[in-house]
């Protein structure tokens, strides 16, 4: 479900957005895609940080889809480790409020 939200929020403001189909989606669960430009996003609904292992599929599914950027959008927050690893990755982590702004950095 809060993947099918991520989805019509990211349509809503102006992206062509499908989701993934659940098994098999290699790490990502919407590709996005705008002015050339694709999105691979991770969508994360947890009660705790969320940690490396989002940002790890995140990144894979970049590879895998050819996209131009990966995002990994939660309701939560992220540990410092997932923080370190996105530095480093170029992962975007997000808040599902970010959605509204989501671009290409």
């Not at 131009?68 to 990755?89: D, E, I, K, P």
Request: one cysteine or more; aromatic letters at 8%.
């Amino acid at each position: 479900e809060f993947e099918r939200w991520c989805t019509k929020t990211i349509v809503a403001n102006g992206w062509e957005a499908i989701m993934t189909k659940a098994s098999g989606d290699q790490g990502a669960d919407i590709i996005a895609e705008k002015g050339g430009v694709r999105f691979v996003i991770q969508c994360k609904l947890y009660s705790s940080p969320v940690g490396n292992k989002a940002v790890q599929e995140a990144f894979a599914a970049q590879r895998h889809y050819q996209a131009h950027a990966s995002a990994v959008v939660a309701n939560a927050a992220f540990t410092a480790s997932a923080a370190a690893l996105a530095a480093t990755t170029g992962v975007q982590l997000l808040h599902y409020t970010d959605l509204d702004n989501l671009k290409l950095i």
